[in-house]
């Protein structure tokens, strides 16, 4: 516990690797396993039955939910909240003030860049990159290799295949999109109609 700086409060049973780096007023809560060579900056506060892998860097003022599970060599910018039972893999990045809600996962190599809002049961894929400030509703599934930028409101009920490219400001909801579509900034389509769902087939043209 040498590198514990300044006063920092440990639960029961907690399990911590190699060279931890833990700042003063962080709270980590009881039987969370901390990995080796771990960053986390002043005042996070860590939940109970967390797990977190090797190489995490996890920058002040943040909130760890519990039953969260961080694999190896994630980065979580500061200010940013993530919620009960959700899973980050390797090399994921979070940017700063991003809320991320229960029960969602995000999968290898995905950046999420600053002030995205992202709710619960949230299904983001490998490789995949949410600009700043868009909002992803309810029951939505971004496949991998995805490009959201910025200030887009997706969902709820919103499932987009691997490959899709979403322009700035898009407002999406009720859809079903397939593989390798492009859609342009500022589109606004809300698909539920007579009771179903739309479904946008895969084609490489803009929508």
């Given at each position: 516990?040498?590198n514990?700086?300044g006063?920092?409060?440990v639960?029961?049973?907690?399990t911590?690797g190699?060279?931890?780096?833990i700042g003063p007023?962080c709270v980590i809560g009881?039987?969370?396993v901390?990995?080796?060579?771990i960053v986390?900056?002043e005042?996070?506060q860590?939940?109970n039955n967390?797990?977190?892998?090797?190489?995490?860097i996890?920058e002040?003022d943040?909130?760890?939910?519990?039953?969260?599970?961080i694999?190896?060599?994630?980065?979580?910018?500061s200010d940013?909240e993530i919620?009960?039972?959700c899973?980050l893999?390797?090399?994921?990045t979070?940017?700063?003030?991003?809320i991320?809600n229960a029960?969602?996962?995000?999968?290898k190599?995905s950046?999420i860049y600053?002030r995205?809002?992202?709710t619960d049961?949230t299904?983001?894929?490998?490789?995949?990159k949410?600009?700043?400030?868009?909002?992803?509703l309810?029951d939505c599934?971004?496949?991998?290799n995805s490009?959201?930028?910025?200030?887009?409101v997706l969902?709820p009920?919103?499932?987009?295949?691997?490959?899709i490219?979403i322009?700035?400001?898009?407002?999406l909801?009720?859809?079903n999109?397939?593989n390798e579509?492009?859609?342009?900034?500022y589109?606004?389509f809300?698909?539920?109609?007579?009771?179903?769902?739309?479904?946008?087939s895969?084609?490489?043209?803009d929508?």
């Amino acid at each position: 516990m040498e590198n514990l700086k300044g006063k920092v409060e440990v639960g029961k049973n907690v399990t911590m690797g190699k060279d931890p780096l833990i700042g003063p007023y962080c709270v980590i809560g009881d039987d969370t396993v901390i990995g080796d060579n771990i960053v986390i900056n002043e005042n996070v506060q860590i939940g109970n039955n967390v797990t977190i892998g090797d190489n995490v860097i996890i920058e002040k003022d943040c909130i760890i939910g519990s039953d969260t599970r961080i694999k190896d060599d994630v980065l979580i910018q500061s200010d940013t909240e993530i919620y009960e039972c959700c899973t980050l893999y390797e090399n994921v990045t979070i940017g700063r003030d991003v809320i991320i809600n229960a029960n969602v996962e995000i999968h290898k190599k995905s950046q999420i860049y600053d002030r995205v809002y992202i709710t619960d049961g949230t299904y983001i894929g490998e490789n995949v990159k949410i600009f700043d400030r868009t909002q992803i509703l309810g029951d939505c599934f971004i496949g991998s290799n995805s490009i959201i930028e910025r200030d887009c409101v997706l969902g709820p009920h919103a499932h987009f295949d691997s490959n899709i490219k979403i322009g700035a400001n898009c407002e999406l909801d009720n859809i079903n999109v397939g593989n390798e579509i492009c859609i342009n900034e500022y589109t606004e389509f809300h698909g539920f109609t007579n009771g179903t769902y739309t479904y946008i087939s895969s084609t490489k043209q803009d929508t």
